[in-house]
């Protein structure tokens, strides 16, 4: 776990590397200053962390990276309001702090032994990258069986971890990845087409199997209807939830889904539950 | 039994090692819960302070922590925790707020700032002495002396208090100073407490049948009727700012050059950007959602979470809302709304 003791107090760490993944986002790899911190510092794939920028502010974000890789966070941020314009005037080296992890991250002990769907659209990916790559770890592969991944971004510039999608996993063992764009470019060999489109174009058959999306509400919006055709259960399809958060603790009142807070009960919730929560997100 | 003089000697002294929290009128008549100097500032007559004690517990504007980022370094540096502190004069309805209150701090992340205030302080109830227009604390079962919650409860009864000792730092209050009460006339004490009660309970002008509220408000989430609240609400947020049981709260910088702190302020569910994204969406984007959520808040959620009620018939909102919003009429309608 993280900072326990005061759980409203950021830890002091170190942005290591800068990770240009398009025009506006970057892939943040941070270590915390405190050794201690760091060897201690567990995660689940999913889960969040406040990011304080001094001067700026606080915002809360999903952390990138796998939980398997324990000798730094990565955060995937677009730069887009106060504290992330901050942070993306940062060069390597630079300070931040951090606190967290919170939320429930993915249940992946339910998703032991069966076919795992991602749908990811833009930055989307981050928080479904985390258990990509965690099920793809060695450790953990025999776990898990087919995984698949449906990718799309609005252009190949807005596409992340294009090493990862483009090369590194389609090479895995028993994993496949669809990558779209919404519009055609000259240099673009591959597929053309909004995501719940290529989706159904795709056609993963849902029988037993795991849906994870995250991306754009009309994207998800058009997915679901898509799985729902394919033979996806709702109990088997998971989402994460985002809304605004300044404490991340369910204490500040400002993430609530009629009683339930996101930053405690989410954000990932399963479409059974979804299907439940008032439609105030 | 304690005289009003010996209490009076009782905070003085409690102030020469204590933060003492009393009632005091400021120069406009306005009664908030504030550190006194001595025995002398409290406002006595109060009947009810218009900021609840919250602010003690939760203050309108609290230091977490400051940090320094000098020479490109980054220091963070808490801020030390609370002395020992007391509440003298808080009400029944303010009691039972501070305990729905306490299971939000408390949890799987603990709010040191608000428990170790909560554990280094007595509190030192008072009973009401009257019934004002708006209080309602008897439909959430709590009567005006009820002393759930105190350390010590007092009861004014002629020219003493009845004290009661409820919790072993109320015992250790009165051992520490064990001249200043005295165990004669307490069965008098008793019998006027019980009297006032009595007569307190009979001056109730409001009064509200929660029976199957919950379950009832539960099902109005796309309800009308909230339109309707909506349109009278000016999103002052006046009600969540006095009300004794809202902690919403916001994180603030405060910064010159490369020192700073950061601030927890209130903060209302009440105001648009509350719960705006940077992307511009808001998932609760007009009056109609966030006065909803309010009056879900204190009928429903609060109690779903926590299993206590998130209202507790203070009034203040009633009282103070500029455009007259009663949550007892809201309650009321609430029966009666297809």
């Not at chain 2, 009440?270 to 984007?285: E, I, K």
């Given at each position: 776990m993280g900072n326990v003791e005061n759980c409203l107090l950021p830890l002091p760490a170190t942005i290591q590397k800068i990770i240009p993944e398009t025009s506006d986002v970057n892939t943040y790899r941070v270590t915390f200053d405190d050794p201690e911190v760091m060897a201690n510092w567990r995660n689940k794939p999913g889960q969040l962390a406040m990011i304080s920028l001094f001067g700026a502010g606080e915002a809360m974000f999903s952390i990138s990276s796998s939980p398997t890789q324990r000798d730094y966070l990565e955060f995937t941020i677009r730069k887009a309001g106060v504290v992330t314009k901050a942070l993306h005037s940062l060069e390597e080296g630079g300070k931040i702090g951090i606190r967290g992890p919170y939320g429930n991250g993915f249940p992946f002990d339910l998703m032991k032994g069966r076919d795992v769907l991602f749908v990811g659209g833009g930055i989307g990916l981050a928080p479904l990258r985390s258990l990509i790559e965690f099920m793809l770890d060695d450790q953990n592969r025999a776990d898990f069986g087919k995984i698949e991944v449906l990718y799309g971004a609005r252009s190949s510039d807005d596409l992340c971890f294009k090493q990862a999608v483009l090369e590194d996993w389609p090479k895995r063992p028993n994993c496949e990845v669809w990558t779209t764009i919404d519009r055609a470019e000259d240099a673009w060999k591959g597929h053309v087409g909004f995501v719940p489109a290529y989706l159904e174009e795709v056609g993963p058959k849902g029988e037993g199997k795991v849906a994870v999306l995250c991306g754009p509400p009309i994207m998800i919006k058009f997915v679901l209807v898509g799985l729902e055709k394919l033979g996806f259960k709702d109990e088997m399809i998971y989402s994460t939830l985002e809304l605004r958060m300044k404490c991340g603790v369910g204490k500040c009142g400002r993430c609530n889904i009629g009683h339930k807070f996101v930053c405690l009960e989410g954000p990932v919730f399963d479409l059974v539950q979804i299907k439940e929560l008032p439609p105030e997100f | 039994m304690i005289t009003r003089d010996q209490l009076a000697t009782l905070l003085d002294r409690l102030v020469e090692k204590n933060k003492v929290i009393a009632p005091v009128s400021d120069n406009r008549g306005v009664v908030r819960y504030t550190a006194i100097r001595t025995a002398g500032d409290v406002a006595w007559e109060f009947d009810r302070a218009k900021v609840p004690p919250k602010s003690h517990f939760l203050p309108q504007t609290e230091e977490l922590y400051c940090y320094d980022t000098t020479g490109g370094e980054l220091r963070i540096e808490p801020v030390p925790a609370a002395g020992r502190a007391v509440v003298f004069g808080v009400h029944p309805c303010d009691l039972r707020a501070i305990a729905a209150l306490d299971p939000v701090f408390d949890g799987v992340f603990k709010d040191v700032y608000y428990l170790d205030k909560r554990e280094r302080t007595v509190v030192v109830g008072l009973a009401c002495k009257q019934v004002l227009p708006g209080c309602f604390c008897r439909s959430y079962g709590i009567e005006p002396t009820d002393g759930e919650g105190a350390d010590l409860m007092l009861t004014e009864v002629g020219d003493r208090y009845y004290a009661e000792i409820l919790t072993p730092k109320g015992e250790a209050l009165v051992r520490e100073f064990p001249e200043l009460f005295s165990d004669g006339g307490v069965e008098e004490g008793r019998r006027g407490k019980e009297a006032l009660s009595r007569e307190l309970a009979g001056q109730f002008q409001r009064e509200v049948d929660l029976t199957g509220v919950k379950e009832k408000v539960d099902t109005m989430f796309e309800h009308p009727y909230w339109q309707e609240v909506a349109r009278k609400c000016i999103g002052c947020g006046i009600c969540t700012y006095l009300c004794p049981t809202c902690h919403c709260f916001d994180i603030i910088e405060n910064h010159s050059g490369h020192r700073g702190s950061r601030l927890r302020c209130w903060d209302s569910c009440?105001?648009?950007?509350?719960?705006?994204?940077?992307?511009?969406?808001?998932?609760?984007?007009t009056k109609k959602e966030r006065v909803r959520n309010r009056f879900l808040h204190k009928l429903s959620y609060h109690n779903e979470r926590y299993g206590l009620a998130g209202c507790v018939g203070c009034g203040r909102c009633v009282a103070e809302c500029p455009v007259n919003i009663d949550i007892t009429k809201i309650i009321a309608d609430i029966k009666e709304v297809d």
């Open positions: - | 009440m105001f648009t950007d509350f719960t705006l994204h940077t992307s511009s969406h808001n998932p609760r984007s």
